[in-house]
């Protein structure tokens, strides 16, 4: 009795099992006869380069052909069938790899076919001959008398030269698929009168790897093993395998997270062969995935098979396997504890923002009240700049609140009032970047800042104001005059054309040169006015008491404030001539220019 892989050996092109492209194009050849020299059938064990060499073989050879149908009736096909025909020559080119069994194979096409058309010749496992012999081949593998016909078949065409297979048509032959082996293994099943279960007809199928010569080999087995009735059970125990139930129930502990069935589960089936119990698991997840089962999300999926797969590789460096099963399952279990990363993301973002998910404070919650959507505060542009420096830079943002007042926002400027000093003002200047920043991101490109210092207001009180004489009153009232009047001093035209405001990062002439750095003095009786408009007003008084000697005025001292720092007291006036008054008004502007710009030129101003 034969096995059952040659009792179902395919004798045509239509009971070839999942090779449709090669059977389709080799009928085409013999149909239109398109027939080359050399062919070449490369592909997995077990998947039909053989017998599809036998059946070109007997279509060449029938009284009938070249015919993609064989008439399976003339003597040609019946000797074809029964592997003795003279004109087909197969050689295992195994056992017969030398170069002295090509010699003797060329030696052979030097004679006609004895009976046929066609003398076929049949090199089973080409790629195992010597190079040597690949190179006495060549020469007849390209040039052929004209009835020799070459099929070469090989499990790995890598190994072939490219000489050789650039002599050949060839024909990739790939793996079946496991729903024709399933679909051919109950067809042979119900022709041999075996009853059996469909999940056992997919553990062979699955088992046999696509090769479905290994597969009916199995399948032989199974008929033996289970005595005429093949169950799961069965066909598990006799492949060494573990039953599908307690494959079932490895994953279920897995999701329990029972670390204690766990255990006792690994001791029970650390036995087994690890890597088959692997495959089992991948095939189980695999179950489940294709058939929409929601057992597991696509999160796990990825997860276990990640798992999986670096446990079948460390199986090769370890001979423990109990060991490598009890880490991969434990792992498993630890895979589902883990978070995805969008909640991780998500959770970190939460804390960032101050929020507690699981139990909200008083604050929060007082916080939740405020955001409601009937109440919404809306702000003003400069409100929401000055938001964004202080998510920015919060110090900065209380030093801009603290040392700036906004004046008004008008064609594309920014104009703000600055009473910084110190290091607040050393802090804004370093920071001119990121406020233009922001600035421009909130304004657009092309805002920019005007900041002007802030006047001092004259501060009297009511006590000074009562003590005031009507003379203290009237030089107040006189000196007021004197600032408004245009005839005040102001810095020449070479300082004022060399000299740009600080507007942020970028410097503009805009603004008023004396109002932005020309410094500042106070009288006695309160009034604020600048360093040169005071020297002009003591040289005026000069003058005029020269004219009136009999009229005595009381001089008094004068503040000078410098940057609000140095404060100086100039001699009265009746000590000093009007030459010495002028010489101070020199000094005083060659000492303010030098602070401004360094070493200026020196200008005589008598």
């Not at 069965?234 to 492949?239: E, F, P």
């Amino acid at each position: 009795m034969q096995a059952l892989a040659l009792r179902y050996r395919p004798r045509n092109f239509d009971e070839l099992i999942g090779q449709e492209s090669v059977s389709k194009s080799l009928t085409h050849a013999l149909s239109e006869n398109r027939l080359t020299h050399a062919y070449l059938f490369s592909g997995l064990r077990g998947s039909g380069k053989t017998s599809s060499a036998r059946i070109f073989s007997k279509a060449l050879v029938c009284e009938n052909g070249p015919t993609s149908k064989p008439c399976e009736k003339c003597s040609h096909c019946v000797m074809a069938n029964e592997s003795r025909h003279i004109d087909i020559i197969e050689m295992d080119a195994a056992s017969h790899r030398k170069i002295d069994d090509i010699r003797e194979l060329i030696e052979q096409t030097k004679y006609a076919p004895a009976a046929a058309r066609y003398k076929i010749f049949i090199i089973d496992e080409v790629h195992m001959l010597t190079r040597e012999a690949f190179n006495a081949l060549l020469k007849t593998l390209e040039e052929p008398p004209s009835y020799v016909k070459f099929i070469l078949a090989t499990t790995d065409p890598l190994k072939l030269p490219a000489t050789v297979l650039s002599r050949t048509q060839h024909f990739r032959f790939k793996q079946i698929s496991k729903q024709n082996i399933i679909k051919h293994l109950e067809f042979i099943l119900s022709k041999e009168g075996v009853e059996y279960e469909s999940e056992a007809v997919e553990i062979l199928a699955r088992s046999g790897s696509g090769s479905l010569r290994d597969t009916l080999t199995l399948l032989d087995q199974a008929i033996v093993y289970s005595h005429a009735k093949i169950t799961q059970t069965v066909v598990a125990d006799m492949l060494g395998l573990l039953d599908p139930a307690r494959i079932e129930e490895i994953m279920q502990v897995v999701m329990s997270g029972d670390r204690a069935t766990m255990s006792r589960l690994v001791s029970e089936i650390e036995s087994y062969d690890g890597e088959m119990i692997i495959d089992e698991l991948i095939a189980n997840l695999k179950e489940n995935f294709l058939s929409g089962s929601n057992k597991y999300s696509l999160l796990l999926y990825e997860r276990f098979f990640r798992i999986l797969s670096e446990a079948k590789s460390m199986l090769s460096v370890s001979s423990d396997n109990g060991f490598v099963l009890s880490i991969m399952l434990f792992m498993m279990m630890e895979a589902i504890n883990l978070k995805p990363i969008d909640d991780m993301i998500g959770n970190f973002e939460l804390k960032e923002q101050g929020l507690n998910l699981s139990t909200p404070t008083a604050k929060q919650a007082q916080k939740a009240q405020v955001n409601t959507p009937a109440k919404m505060v809306s702000k003003s542009p400069y409100e929401l700049f000055l938001d964004k420096i202080y998510d920015r830079d919060y110090s900065l943002g209380e030093c801009f609140k603290e040392c700036i007042e906004f004046l008004e926002f008008k064609d594309n400027c920014l104009s703000l009032s600055s009473n910084a000093s110190g290091a607040n003002q050393e802090k804004l200047r370093s920071s001119s970047k990121i406020i233009m920043e922001i600035l421009r991101a909130n304004f657009g490109p092309e805002a920019k800042i005007k900041i002007a210092p802030k006047e001092i207001q004259p501060k009297i009180d009511d006590k000074n104001e009562a003590n005031l004489s009507k003379s203290d009153m009237a030089r107040a009232k006189q000196d007021m005059e004197q600032i408004s009047s245009p005839n005040l001093a102001e810095p020449s035209q070479e300082f004022q054309s060399n000299f740009k405001p600080y507007l942020g990062d970028k410097r503009d002439n805009t603004e008023d040169f004396t109002t932005a750095y020309s410094l500042k003095f106070q009288t006695d009786s309160g009034i604020v006015v600048d360093d040169m408009a005071l020297l002009d007003m003591e040289l005026e008084k000069i003058e005029e008491q020269s004219k009136d000697t009999s009229k005595s005025s009381e001089i008094h001292e004068v503040k000078v404030k410098i940057d609000d720092s140095t404060m100086l007291k100039p001699e009265s006036i009746e000590s000093k001539s009007p030459e010495e008054l002028q010489n101070a008004k020199n000094q005083a502007i060659l000492k303010e220019a030098h602070r401004l710009f360094g070493e200026p030129e020196i200008l005589n101003l008598s």
